[in-house]
Each structure stands twice: as structure tokens, then as C-alpha cells.
């Protein structure tokens, strides 16, 4: 009688928001059509770039928040309810893995149809600004079967606070010591870049990168299919020049041990056929749910959603271009859900 009543209770929640990361904005639109055709809930989901989710879960005004950066411990530590000394999976915020994706080095170079070959010196080269053409030496050397014209090269980087960004020069201070030393040391959702046109969110890259000549950008690949814009092969540490949007690419990325917290980089993998500028896209979410107006009706329907999400609705991934969650990022990230509580007692059955 009482699991009846508590799901009767969790029925009684027609609405629920999320907002942050465009990176998986396309797979969240249709895992939330299709759970408000079975369950009768409607998640609203503003995909308003990962940053802009960050500060909007830490300030509570959302059930949820998309992000493709991890929050940092500081930012942790200022969330509300956090305690000194509380980690991993007891920290006030937790970090569900909820898919898999891959940023991916966009161009639009005109008479070229070839798939670009990039390594991380000469991307991370490119986005310095210390290559400013097409028909550099270094490009040519990575690509010697391709024309490259004469072309000036012009850099579109995101303007919002970004988990793309995050993954993607997270890659580049592994992949050059000039990046981590001038530009960033590791991941962050905003950097200060050195050249080029800021855009918002990965469609506002994607529709620079197309409707300018000579331009080069970086997406979460779906949208480089989406918009039909080339997308380079990067090299692995391996030596192997890796397709981003080939998914096992990435899925194989996450090979790796997932920290209790749910907070890793899959970038720079060490696997032979990984995609070095793989990542995860993870949901913030209270670990006790009981706070400010929130009722643990409320709180029971969010928790529903998100074991739906990597169970039921991990059959939508694929179709969608994006990694499933299996072995370890599946484990942790079901015993991630299992842990979130209403005042101390258990909503996960």
C-alpha cells in the first residue's frame, strides 16, 4: 500500500524543468516526448548551453540541469546544503552520466571534400592563432593527397558557457603545452580565446562554420550531420586519425573507471581506436531532495524520469547518434540515482 501511494504521489506531477547543455539537446527532446507519452509527465528542457544550467541548479530554480562540464570543487562547495568534507556520491550535487558524445573539429573549405586530418599541436595551433591559413605546412603535412587553397582561416568558438568548450580544450591543454600555458590548463566552460567569432550554443557554431568560407569550428558531432558540414579525423594518442562521428569511437573513449562522483575526462584516450575528444554529458540533480518549496512528490517524479532515462530510454540513443551508457558508466550511474534521497529516506525503488 505504501509503494502504491507513493507512486499514486509521484502521478501527480505533470511538470517537470531541466535547462543547460545544448550537446544533448537533440537526444533529451525525444527521451522527454517519448516519457510524456508513457508516464503523462512533460519535462520542459531549455537547452541555454551547459554554464547557464550550472548556476541555474545552484541556485535551485530548476529539477534538474543538463551539463557537459563537471562543476568544479569550488563550485561545489558553494552549492546550497553543501557540507565540508562531503565527496563523490555524498556531495550536495551529483553528476549522473546520462550519454556519450564527441566534439568534433567542423570547416567549410571550399573545392575540399576530403575528411581533414588534424593532431592536437595543429588544432590547438589553429585556435592560438599561430596558423592562420589553409595551406599551412603543417596541414599539408598531415594531409598531403589534399589541395588546400590559399584561404585565410577563420575561427568560430562558442560565446556562452559551454560543456563543448570545456571537453574540447580540455583536449587541446593535454595535446599542446602552449594551449595549457597561454589559453587554459585543463577544462573550462569559458576560456579567453586569442582569435576568432563567438557564436551561442553548438547550432550557432554550426550555422558560423556554414555560412562562412574558410571557417573551422568545433561541435558536439550530431549537429556536423545535422547540418551537413564536414567534420575532420583527429589522431589518438595510438596514431590513428579517429572519426568523431563513428559512435563506437566513443563509446570505446569511455573505457575507463568512473570516479564515485561520476566526474571524469575521457579526453586524450590511451584506447588504439578511441576518439580523443570523447566526453560525457551528465545530469546535476540534488542528492537530498528536500529543499525550498520542493515536494518529495516532485522529487520522486525526477528520480523516475532519470531511471527511465538510462534504462527504457537508452533504446533511443543510437538512432540519435549518441553513445549508450554500458558497464561501468551504466553502474555508476544507476547506483548515482539510487542514492538520492527526500529528507534523508530513499526515492529510488
Known amino acids: 500500500m505504501l509503494t502504491l501511494a507513493a507512486s499514486a504521489t509521484a502521478q501527480e506531477v505533470k511538470n517537470l524543468t531541466g535547462a543547460g547543455a545544448s550537446f544533448p539537446n537533440p537526444l533529451y527532446q525525444k527521451l522527454f516526448s517519448e516519457y510524456q507519452k508513457v508516464n503523462g509527465v512533460q519535462v520542459n528542457y531549455q537547452s541555454v548551453g551547459s554554464g547557464a544550467g550550472q548556476k541555474q541548479i545552484l541556485a535551485q530554480t530548476v529539477d534538474f540541469a543538463g551539463s557537459d562540464a563537471a562543476l568544479s570543487d569550488t563550485q561545489l562547495a558553494s552549492a546550497p546544503g553543501a557540507r565540508a568534507g562531503q565527496t563523490g556520491e555524498r556531495s550536495a550535487i551529483l553528476h549522473v552520466p546520462m550519454a556519450l558524445g564527441a566534439v568534433v573539429p567542423i570547416y567549410n573549405i571550399p573545392g575540399v571534400d576530403a575528411k581533414v586530418r588534424f593532431d592536437g599541436a595543429t588544432l590547438a595551433n589553429i585556435f592560438l592563432g599561430d596558423i592562420k ?36 580544450v580540455d583536449y587541446l591543454a593535454k595535446a599542446s603545452p602552449e594551449w595549457a600555458s597561454k589559453v587554459s590548463k ?7 580565446w586569442p582569435v ?13 562554420v556554414k555560412q562562412t568560407p574558410g571557417a573551422i569550428g568545433y561541435v558536439e558531432a550530431i ?8 567534420a575532420g579525423l583527429v589522431k589518438n594518442r595510438a596514431g590513428a586519425f579517429v572519426d568523431g562521428t563513428d559512435l563506437a569511437t566513443v563509446v570505446t573513449a569511455a573505457n575507463v573507471v568512473i570516479p564515485r562522483d561520476g566526474r571524469v575526462s575521457l579526453t586524450d584516450t590511451t584506447t588504439k581506436t578511441g576518439y580523443p575528444i570523447s566526453g560525457f554529458t551528465w545530469i546535476l540533480i540534488y542528492r537530498d531532495q528536500k529543499y525550498g518549496n520542493r515536494t518529495e512528490a516532485q522529487a520522486k517524479a525526477t528520480v523516475d524520469l532519470l531511471k527511465w532515462m538510462i534504462t527504457t530510454g537508452q533504446q533511443y540513443y543510437t ?23 527526500y529528507g534523508g529516506k530513499k526515492l529510488a525503488k
Open 196 to 208: 576568432g567569432v563567438g557564436a551561442p550554443q553548438n547550432a550557432g557554431v554550426a550555422a558560423s
Open 133 to 168: 591559413n589553409w595551406n599551412d605546412p603543417a596541414l599539408k603535412a598531415l594531409n598531403p593527397s589534399v589541395n588546400f587553397p590559399n584561404l585565410p582561416i577563420t575561427v568560430a568558438h562558442r560565446s556562452d558557457g559551454s560543456g563543448t568548450t570545456s571537453i574540447f
Open 223 to 230: 549537429y556536423s550531420r545535422q547540418n551537413k558540414i564536414d
Open 186 to 192: 585543463g577544462p573550462q566552460s569559458t576560456v579567453n
Open 319 to 341: 538512432a540519435l547518434d549518441y553513445g549508450k551508457l554500458e558497464g561501468g558508466a551504466l553502474n555508476r550511474a544507476s547506483t548515482l540515482i539510487n542514492t538520492i534521497t
